[in-house]
């Protein structure tokens, strides 16, 4: 069974710090990886996907990398801003096309 | 462009009572997927459609019916509900390899 886990559980940082969010899953037998960014009370918007044979994916200050034969993948935010506080949360897309997400990361950044 | 739309947002249930959650995309999707959302246990899945007429069980389906008659919607029912299922319900809808798209959720309280 696949199992998704995400380090740290919470992190919390001053404005302007670059970070790093990580993903870890048990079976690299995946189609793809997708992460999101959850507020309070609010529903999951798309971040990046990075397809299985890729290894890296960036959109403006977010770089996510992916090692499927590790079973690994990282979320990398630049210069940090107190609008990036939020839970993310990493997924998995297995070959039987259901996702299955890890915990997720609660980040918050100080003004 | 509406994308993944939940109705309704919040609703409160009698034990014993039944009700139906309907999840409408105007993506052209093939793949719907029912989440639900608690403290602690993360994101779950429900069940999951691959085509319009089609559906399957996913992680946790007991106590949950689902009917994907026409392509852009796929209804969840609770037929009884229990204060087990209170929750936060998500919808998500995607291609085969593409990235996901999740509504904004239903909290579904039962008393």
Known sequence: KQEVTQIPAALSVPEGENLVLN???????IYNLQWFRQDPGKGLT?????????????SGRLNASLDKSSGRSTLYIAASQPGDSATYLCAVRLYGQNFVFGPGTRLSVLP | N??????PKFRVLKTGQSMTLLCAQD??????????????????????SVGEGTTAKGEVPDGYNVSRL??????LGLESAAPSQTSVYFCASSYSNTEAFFGQGTRLTVV
């Open chain 2, 27 to 48: 993506m052209n999707h093939e793949y719907m997927y029912w989440y639900r959302q608690d403290p602690g246990m993360g994101l779950r899945l429900i069940h999951y």
């Open chain 1, 46 to 58: 798309s971040l990046l996907l990075i397809q299985s044979s890729q290894r890296e994916q960036t």
């Open chain 2, 2 to 7: 509406a994308g993944v739309t939940q109705t």
């Open chain 2, 70 to 75: 026409k392509k852009q919607n796929f209804l």
């Open chain 1, 23 to 29: 993903c870890s899953f048990t079976d690299s037998a």
